[in-house]
């Protein structure tokens, strides 16, 4: 069974830095791909950044480009969100995401079969 266990959530003020981390266990992840999502209070859920696990391959949401940093250890199954000039409008529970259906990126919510518990980051003003 995969599990993925998201750290690094937190308070911080706008301009500052976070960095996530999500740990993924249960199966050897060879293919496929990692995703991060986030959901503010009363807004769906929403891509933030996307990684595949071979070639590296990057997506990122418009709203984090140039501000964000996917990466992944695939000794590990580690994915990390590297978060700099956090704006409060980037205040919401991020969740870290596992797919291995495909091996292109995924960026679509609903192409994601595995899900962690989600961490709070909150940006203040």
């Known amino acids: 069974q995969v599990q993925l266990v998201e750290s690094g959530g937190g308070l911080v003020q706008a301009g500052g830095s976070l960095r996530l981390s999500c740990a993924a266990s249960g199966r050897t992840f060879s293919s496929g791909s990692m995703g991060w999502f986030r959901q503010a209070p009363g807004k769906e859920r929403e891509f933030v950044a996307a990684?595949?696990?071979?070639?590296?391959?990057?997506y990122y949401a418009d709203s984090v480009k140039g501000r964000f940093t996917i990466s992944r250890d695939s000794a590990k199954n580690t994915v990390t969100l590297q978060m700099n000039s956090l704006k409060p409008e980037d205040t919401a529970v991020y969740y870290c995401?596992?797919?291995?259906?495909?091996?292109?990126?995924?960026?679509?919510?609903?192409?994601?079969?595995?899900w962690g518990q989600g961490t709070q980051v909150t940006v203040s003003v």
């Open positions: 990684i595949t696990w071979i070639g590296g391959s990057i």
């Open positions: 995401a596992a797919q291995m259906k495909f091996r292109r990126l995924a960026i679509m919510e609903r192409e994601y079969d595995y």
